[in-house]
């Protein structure tokens, strides 16, 4: 099954935080399928935190992919990324 999660990177505490598709037996940080976007929680104020391919969402979750309860509550919180 694949699904849409986060994929940690970054430094020791400052996180920057891939969006991809992946199998959902992968490891968090290992082997994805798509690259969809990205979310920095430590972006600055003329930096953009979120952004994501809204095509490629509406891709993946019309082909069976599964969204995490965190991107979900990302998108919702950023509509406009």
Request: overall charge positive.
């Amino acid at each position: 099954m694949v699904v849409i999660r986060l994929a940690r990177g970054g430094s020791k505490k400052r996180p920057f935080y891939s969006i991809v598709a992946t199998d959902k037996r992968n490891r968090r940080d290992s082997n994805f399928i798509e690259r969809i976007g990205y979310f920095n929680p430590n972006a600055a104020e003329s930096e953009q935190a979120m952004r994501i391919a809204q095509d490629r969402l509406t891709y993946w979750t019309g082909v069976g992919a599964q969204v995490s309860p965190t991107v979900v509550r990302l998108i919702k919180n950023n509509p406009a990324a």
